[in-house]
């Protein structure tokens, strides 16, 4: 039995989780941890994630190095706010216990803060901007496409999402710019990224390969977060069985698409 702990629990992405983790019969809830003051601290985590009752009640960040001894989990996975990631995974470290990050809009210094943690604690680490599997082939097509077209074609990536989204642009469209850049030999910031913020849209990313004769477009949309969840899931038994200590994977790992 795996045993894990959701920061972020009463979010969007955290409820899902809980539900995914209440459906698997290798997975446990082991504690439910959200920002001190919000609403549903207090509350049991299964009955805020819309599945029953799993007598795990949700609790304040602030708590979490006791949380964290008590409930003694092999993995924490956190969807929450950047700068309360880097804290959560620095109690990880401390405790010894494997990450499971989807959290996105790291600065620099928060992303080298974290793989310090990371390595200090020699803890088995999944960090990815997107766990759904749809997007990492998006990913492995793109660094497919940049390579043949090189060049000769300029690169373009736009990207829609909800009007709640905190960050701008998507971690998922950092990625793909990063990719397409290491490909074509340029710096990330050479490649244009457009952000839209609008409606209820889950998640869009488009990356365009353009010259004056011809536009080869390459999309992916999401239809639900649950894509991201399942993904999670994966990343979850990923982290446990084939982790390395002190190393970070990506989800290219995890489904063995590298
Ligand atoms: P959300 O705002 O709905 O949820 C975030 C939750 O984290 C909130 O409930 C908030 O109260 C809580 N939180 C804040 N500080 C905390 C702390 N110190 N400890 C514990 N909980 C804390 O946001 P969301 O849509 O669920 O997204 C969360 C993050 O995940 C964002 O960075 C988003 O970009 C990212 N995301 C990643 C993927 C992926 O596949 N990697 C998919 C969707 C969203």
Do not use: W
């Amino acid at each position: 039995m795996i045993r894990v702990v959701v920061c972020g629990a009463a979010g969007r992405m955290g409820r899902l989780i809980v539900r995914q983790i209440a459906g698997q019969k290798d997975l446990k809830l082991a504690a439910a941890v959200d920002a001190p003051g919000h609403p549903m601290i207090g509350k049991d985590a299964g009955l805020v994630a819309g599945v029953q009752k799993l007598g795990v009640a949700i609790v304040e960040s602030t708590k979490l190095n006791e949380v964290l001894k008590k409930s003694k989990p092999d993995v924490l996975v956190d969807f929450t706010v950047a700068e309360a990631s880097v804290q959560n995974v620095k109690a990880a470290s401390r405790a010894g216990v494997s990450v499971v990050v989807g959290t996105t809009g790291f600065t620099e210094q928060q992303r080298k803060e974290l793989e310090r943690a990371i390595k200090r604690g020699q803890i088995r680490a999944v960090v990815s901007p997107n766990f759904s599997v749809g997007v990492n082939v998006f990913f492995k097509i793109a660094r497919a496409a940049a390579g043949i077209l090189g060049r000769d074609y300029e690169p373009s990536i736009v990207e829609v999402h909800h009007m709640y989204k905190k960050d701008a642009p998507s971690g998922t469209a950092l990625k793909v710019a990063e990719i397409v850049a290491e490909e074509l030999g340029l710096n990330k910031e050479e490649i244009k990224i457009k952000s839209i913020r609008e409606g209820e849209v889950v998640g869009d990313h488009t990356l365009m390969f353009l010259n004056p004769f011809e536009v080869l477009e390459i999309t992916h949309r999401a239809k639900s977060r649950e894509a991201f969840a399942v993904g999670a899931v994966k990343a979850i038994r990923y982290v446990v069985k084939k982790g390395k200590p002190g190393m970070i994977s990506d989800m290219q790992d995890v489904l063995g698409l590298r």
